[in-house]
């Protein structure tokens, strides 16, 4: 077996401890309007630097003030989208950055989000990169969620929860560039998934995709789901909770996350991990929050 078998198989080996563990969260994201693929990325945007629950409260308030769609974003004024996204962070910087890409969606796209995201990998990324507040882990996270583009978002959950399993002996998850992680782990799973196939011709919604979990699109989703919840629950940026029941979190749907991790032991990967285990080889400070660059443009 290739070192890149070898990590392919540990990684499912995790995706299935955190699967029986967690399961699929039908109301993790998104749920809230009825256009997911605009719902994505007007979410993408405010998560960066914030907490999901101030972002989901904002979304709700958007949607409230009729203007949880491409042209009523463009033609609000940002200073009125400023006040009610805030508190989410750069409220001022994020609000001028939608109103200026539902602009290129209404001019460009004819108001419709699923043009914006349907093409080649490179093509759709390179279009999401020229929009101002996208960055590369922003412009990932819209392809996967929002139009089924099979990709590994390299995020700071991912970074911190495979630097502290020792996943690659050797590889800095922490620090190492966002293409060199996304690459490596692409790369490792690329043969077991029966499927990577983009999903066109209609939205892309990650909850109606389970029936079709031989997707690449949906198992690329329902991992980097799986890894927020286990360091949302148990790995935790400081203090985690390897051996004790998940901390919870209040979000605005309350069915979100409601029922995981209430009695559980702890974490379903603290037998694999090295940090716990005190075998780590290369991330002696795994277990402290690391500075990795932040997605903002």
Not at 255 to 271: F, I, S, V, W
Request: with cysteine; glycine share 6%.
């Amino acid at each position: 077996m290739t070192g890149v078998d070898a990590l392919g198989e540990r990684l499912l080996a995790c995706f299935a401890a955190l699967d029986e563990h967690f399961g699929h969260e039908p109301h993790w994201w998104p749920v809230i309007t009825d256009d997911p693929p605009f719902e994505v990325l007007v979410g993408a945007v405010l998560v960066q630097q914030t907490r999901w629950e101030t972002v989901e409260a904002a979304i709700v308030r958007l949607r409230d003030a009729g203007l949880m769609s491409p042209s009523a974003l463009a033609a609000a004024r940002p200073d009125r989208l400023a006040a009610l996204i805030r508190p989410c962070a750069f409220h001022a910087q994020k609000a001028t950055g939608l109103h200026a890409i539902c602009g290129a969606i209404v001019q460009r796209y004819d108001c419709d989000t699923t043009r914006l995201l349907s093409g080649e990998r490179a093509e759709v990324r390179a279009r999401l990169l020229a929009l101002p507040r996208i960055g590369r882990e922003t412009a990932d996270t819209v392809m996967l969620y929002g139009g089924g583009h099979p990709v590994f978002v390299v995020d700071a959950y991912a970074r911190r929860l495979f630097a502290r399993l020792d996943l690659v002996p050797g590889f800095d998850f922490l620090r190492a560039p966002y293409v060199a992680v996304q690459r490596l782990i692409e790369r490792a799973l690329s043969p077991f998934l029966p499927a990577l196939a983009t999903i066109v011709g209609e939205p892309f919604h990650v909850h109606r995709a389970v029936e079709t979990n031989g997707n690449g699109a949906f198992f690329f989703a329902h991992f980097h789901a799986l890894i927020i919840e286990a360091c949302v629950h148990h790995c935790l940026a400081r203090n985690p909770r390897c051996d004790r029941p998940g901390g919870q979190r209040a979000f605005i749907d309350r069915r979100k996350c409601a029922n995981h991790c209430l009695m559980c032991d702890g974490c379903p990967l603290r037998r694999r991990c090295a940090t716990f285990n005190g075998t780590a080889t290369a991330h002696p400070d795994a277990a402290a929050p690391a500075r990795v660059r932040s997605d903002r443009a």
